[in-house]
């Protein structure tokens, strides 16, 4: 049974970067044929796609995203991390990590096969 755990600081002051790890257990980021993702969702709004990582490495990234966002992996600790930069308020979120077969880079949580509990990310000064 594969579990995802979300870390990370629950408030990141304008214009620094946020940062957050995923720790998987029950799976490997390096041998399971699956994508690693991040997502979040904004206050009163939908879930929505960030980047993944995928097994062999290769990063994809939400263009809306892509100018501050990157995502990394630990392999000796089965760890993936995020990392956003020059945030926001407006990116105040609850952010998670979750696992998908595919690339489907969507907001449908029916597209994940198994999610982290989501850790709230407050942009305040």
């Known amino acids: 049974h594969v579990q995802l755990q979300e870390s990370g600081p629950g408030q990141v002051k304008p214009s620094q970067t946020l940062s957050l790890t995923c720790t998987v257990s029950?799976?490997?980021?390096?041998?399971?044929?699956?994508?690693w993702n991040w997502i979040r969702q904004p206050p009163g709004k939908g879930l929505e796609w960030m980047g993944a990582?995928?097994?062999?490495?290769?990063?994809y990234y939400s263009p809306s995203l892509k100018r501050r966002t990157s995502i990394s992996r630990d392999t000796s600790k089965n760890q993936f991390t995020l990392q956003l930069s020059s945030v926001t308020p407006e990116d105040t979120a609850v952010y998670y990590c979750?696992?998908?077969?595919?690339?489907?880079?969507?907001?449908?949580?029916?597209?994940?096969?198994?999610w982290g509990q989501g850790t709230q990310v407050t942009v305040s000064s």
């Open positions: 979750a696992r998908s077969n595919a690339l489907l880079m969507t907001g449908w949580v029916r597209d994940y096969s198994y």
């Open positions: 029950g799976g490997s980021i390096t041998s399971d044929y699956a994508y």
């Open positions: 990582i995928f097994n062999s490495g290769s990063v």
